[in-house]
């Protein structure tokens, strides 16, 4: 079987310090294969964004073991953890974060020219691409604060991508939008997924949203407590599905 682009063996993360010390992920075991489009879903203070944390190296673990693409984390130093997340992994919050004075270009632009460090023509042109890839090709040069919530969103995508990154992860990607505008989005993160064959753990507390995913993995009191496949989602769009099919 091919490498996951995820694996995770025992995974454990505690805060607090001495006598305060308490244990938020009790033994985390899970496998992502390459071009999964799978939910995170769990009760608030389950452990969620903590994991998504770790596993998007923003934090590391207490104990166990985290392999983002073939690459062992425990033994990485800060700096070669930062470059493999730059170069690895993608990230869309709830809260787009662009950079508001700045044009989409620039803000889908923003991750080729801190992995570059200088501008150039080349990475205008593929943020270009990217902003054609999620609908806005007539707003490329429209500045991130004047987009609608749903336009910035997908900017954000267009940036999570502009490293072509083997896995995304998403926090509530769509919490922040209108129903209408959150289906779109929703749908565009799909058509990426079955497009590229970038693979995406999405956080999401609505339920509609994640049984659109092929896989829904459950979290409670910092444990796994079920790891399905999803019927419908699967059968309407298995992993290795044709890139035509629309929502
Ligand atoms: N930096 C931290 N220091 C101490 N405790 C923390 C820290 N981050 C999270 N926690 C605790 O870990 C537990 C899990 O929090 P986490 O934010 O991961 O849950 P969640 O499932 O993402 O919740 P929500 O759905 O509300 O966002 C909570 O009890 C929280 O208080």
Known sequence: ???????LEGLRKRYGS???EYEVL??????????????????????????????????????????????ETATLDD???????????????????LIPAFTAEENVAMPLLIARGRPDAAMFERAGELLGRVGLADRRRQLANRLSGGQQQRVAIARALAMSPALVLADEPTGNLDTHSADEVFALL???????????????????LAHRCDRIIELVDGRIVSDRANEVAAGRSPVQGSAEETE
């Open 79 to 97: 700096t070669a953890l930062t470059r493999l997340r730059g170069e690895r992994i993608g990230f869309v919050f709830q809260h787009h974060h």
């Open 190 to 208: 799909r058509e990426v997924n079955r497009q590229l064959g970038t693979s995406f753990l999405i956080v999401t507390h609505d339920p509609r």
């Open 26 to 71: 009790h033994g985390i075991d899970l496998r992502l294969e390459r071009g999964e489009f799978a939910a995170l879903i769990g009760p608030s203070g389950s452990g969620k964004s903590t994991l998504l944390n770790l596993i998007g190296l923003l934090d590391r673990p207490s104990a166990g073991r985290l392999v983002i693409d073939g690459a």
């Open 18 to 20: 001495a006598d305060t």
């Open 1 to 7: 079987m091919a490498d996951p682009v995820l694996h």
